[in-house]
C-alpha cells in the first residue's frame, strides 16, 4: 500500500527531517573508524609526579611487595576513552595510579612479558592507556597501568 500525500503538513515535514537526520548520524556512526582504546581505559600521555615508596615485609612475594607500584602522575594530554570510561581525566589532574609490572624496567622480574617496559622514574614521560575500574564498596575509580611507551 503506497500512501500519496497531496499537501506536506508542518508536522510531516518536522517528523521527516528528525528521521532523516537521525538515518544520517547512524550512517556516520557506522563509517567512522572503530575506537581502538579497550573499554574502561582512557589513553593519554602521563608524567610520573612522585613515586610512593613500597613499604616490604620480611614475607614479600609478590612484585608489588617487593619494588614500586605506585605513582603519582599528571595528565599531560587526553587522546581518547574507550567505551565505559565514565569519569573524564582532565588535563593537569594528578592521580593515583598502580603500575601491573612494577616501575622498574621488566625485562628481568618477567622475562616472558611479551615486550620489555623501560620503567619510569620521577619526571618522566610517558603514553599509556589507563583501566579505570571501581573499588569494591568505593565511589571512586581505582587507575591500574599495564603498558606504556616512554616518551
Known amino acids: ?3 500519496i500525500l497531496k499537501k506536506a503538513t508542518p508536522l510531516f515535514l518536522l517528523t521527516a527531517s528528525i528521521l532523516f537526520l537521525n538515518v544520517q548520524n547512524s ?5 567512522a573508524p572503530p575506537n581502538n582504546i579497550n573499554p574502561n ?4 600521555i602521563g608524567k ?3 613515586i610512593v615508596p613500597v613499604k616490604t615485609t620480611k614475607n614479600a612475594t609478590q612484585p608489588c611487595e617487593k619494588y614500586a607500584c605506585q605513582a603519582k602522575i599528571q595528565v599531560l594530554k587526553v587522546l581518547g576513552t574507550g567505551v565505559g570510561f565514565h569519569t573524564p581525566l582532565s ?6 595510579v598502580k603500575f601491573a609490572f612494577t616501575l622498574l624496567p621488566t625485562q628481568k622480574l618477567f622475562p616472558k612479558l611479551n615486550q620489555a617496559l623501560p620503567g619510569l622514574s620521577t619526571g618522566d ?4 592507556d589507563v583501566q579505570g575500574l571501581p573499588g569494591m564498596g568505593e565511589q571512586a575509580l ?3 597501568i599495564f603498558t606504556y611507551k616512554k616518551q
Open 91 to 96: 588535563i593537569d589532574k594528578t592521580i593515583l
Open 27 to 31: 550512517k556516520a556512526q557506522m563509517i
Open 48 to 50: 610520573v609526579v612522585e
Open 125 to 128: 614521560k610517558f603514553q599509556a
Open 142 to 144: 581505582n587507575f591500574t
Open 41 to 44: 581505559h582512557c589513553r593519554i
Open 1 to 3: 500500500m503506497i500512501f
